[in-house]
C-alpha cells in the first residue's frame, strides 16, 4: 500500500530525478500528511538529542536524517565519503542511509550478525572514513583491525553522539546525478560488495 494517493504518486514519479538519494524530500514536497504515523515501534527510538520516538512520521525521519547529517557534517564528512554502518537496528540503517546522502556521502551497510573480523577487513578494504556502530561492536572491531590508520578512524557510537549545532554545508541537500553512488552493500564471503547509485537502488517501487 502506498503512503501516496494517485494524484501525488503520479507526481512523483514523473519526476525523473526522483531516485535513491532524495526519495524522502522528494516524497514530503507531495504529500498532505507528513505527521501521519509510517513505522511503529516495539522500543522508543532514541534520537541523538534525546527526542524518544514509538512511531515514525515523514517529518520525524527528515528530523532524525538532518540530526545525524548536521553531526557528520561537522565531523568533517564530505560527499563521496564512505561511512560503515554496523548495527543491528534496522532503523538505524534508514536514518543513516538518509542522513548521508543529504550530504552526498555513501553509506556502507554490514549485517549486525556479521562476525567482526570479517567486518574489519572489509571496512578496511573500503577504506571508510568512520564507522556508525554499537559500544560492543566497537571494542571488537577495534580488535581485529590490521592496518594502524584503521585503529584510528573515527567510530560513532549509537546513543552516544554528541548534539550538533545544527550546521549544514553550504549546498544542502546535496543534488545527486545519475551516477553519484549511493550505498554499498556486503555480500557473502568476506569482501564482497554491491554498488548502488543514485539511479540503480529501486526507490520507485518502495512507493
Not at 549509537?158 to 551516477?179: A, D, I, Q
Amino acid at each position: 500500500m502506498s503512503i501516496l494517493n494517485s494524484n501525488q504518486l503520479e507526481r512523483l514519479l514523473s519526476d525523473d530525478n526522483f531516485a535513491s538519494g532524495n526519495f524522502l524530500r522528494k516524497v514530503i514536497s507531495v504529500s498532505d500528511n507528513i505527521d501521519d504515523p509510517l513505522i511503529y515501534l516495539d522500543e522508543p527510538y532514541v534520537s541523538i538529542d534525546d527526542t524518544k520516538y514509538i512511531s515514525i512520521s515523514l517529518r520525524g525521519l527528515r528530523s532524525l536524517s538532518e540530526e545525524y547529517a548536521s553531526f557528520y557534517h561537522e565531523q568533517g564528512i564530505v560527499a563521496k565519503d564512505v561511512v560503515g554502518i554496523y548495527v543491528e537496528d534496522g532503523l538505524d540503517y534508514m536514518v543513516q542511509f538518509l542522513a548521508l546522502t543529504s550530504l552526498g556521502a555513501v553509506a556502507a551497510f554490514l549485517n549486525g550478525g556479521l562476525s567482526s573480523d570479517i567486518a574489519a577487513l572489509y571496512l578496511e578494504q573500503l577504506n571508510v572514513s568512520g564507522i556508525f556502530t554499537t559500544e560492543k561492536k566497537r571494542g571488537e572491531i577495534k580488535a581485529c583491525f590490521k592496518k594502524e590508520a584503521s585503529k584510528q578512524m573515527p567510530i560513532w557510537i549509537k546513543g552516544k553522539v554528541t548534539p550538533s549545532k545544527g550546521n549544514f554545508p553550504v549546498v544542502y541537500p546535496f543534488e545527486h546525478s545519475e551516477l553519484d553512488p549511493v550505498l554499498l552493500t556486503h555480500t557473502s564471503g568476506t569482501t564482497g560488495t554491491v554498488s548502488y547509485t543514485h539511479l540503480t537502488l529501486p526507490t520507485k517501487r518502495i512507493v
